[in-house]
Each structure stands twice: as C-alpha cells, then as structure tokens.
C-alpha cells in the first residue's frame, strides 16, 4: 500500500502561488492515479486534480487554469502547482494514491495546510 507526505503548504497572498509536493513510499507510483484532495473547516473533501499514470489530468472547475499537476515517477514524487490563489482555495491539501489494479486508495497523509489571506 503506498504511504504518502505532502509537504510545500504555506500562508500567501490573494494571487500569490505555492507548490505543494506529495512523497510517496511503499510501492512505486507507477501503476496508480495520483490525486490531490483538499478539505476546508466545515467541508466535505474534494478532489483538486489527479493525473493517471500515462499522464491524463483532470481538475475541479474551480481551480482549472489555475492547478497543473504532475508526477515524476521516478522519484515517487506528486505535484500541484498553484497560481492566482484565492481566500477559497484555503484548505487542508492532501495527496492519495488510487491503484489502477484494484481501484482502491492507499493510505491518507497528514496533509499540508494552505491558507490564502492578506
């Protein structure tokens, strides 16, 4: 079961950007989706973005044009790049690993908190 450790969150300023990464361990990445989740006080999580492993992405509306994500195999590393951010975008993010065998995910991370505020 892949384990995983985002790191990369932060205070910034409405328009600002950060990028958040996702460690993982336990198996290669190779054959899974990796996704990022984010859960706000109060909220349900969501699902931000997540890229297959021959590279499709897909993203909420709400951050299209916004959030790339990537993957470097290789080094069992996730990424989301995020620009323009705004007050709603404030969030817990999280980074999961959804095998492409079984359709299950692996273990849920601490989280990395991002919070958006002048």
């Known amino acids: 079961q892949v384990q995983v450790v985002e790191s990369g969150g932060g205070l910034v300023q409405p328009g600002g950007s950060l990028r958040l990464s996702c460690a993982a361990s336990?198996?290669?990445?190779?054959?899974?989706?990796m996704t990022w989740y984010r859960q706000a006080p109060g909220q349900q999580r969501e699902l931000v973005a997540r890229i297959t492993s021959i590279g499709t992405t897909n993203y909420v509306d709400s951050v299209k044009g916004r959030c790339t994500i990537s993957r470097e195999n290789a080094k069992n590393m996730v990424y989301l790049q995020m620009s323009n951010l705004r007050p709603e975008d404030t969030a817990v993010y999280y980074c999961?690993?959804?095998?492409?065998?079984?359709?299950?995910?692996?273990?849920w991370g601490q989280g990395t908190q991002v919070t958006v505020s002048s």
């Open positions: 336990g198996s290669g990445i190779n054959e899974y989706t």
């Open positions: 999961n690993a959804l095998s492409e065998r079984t359709w299950t995910f692996g273990s």
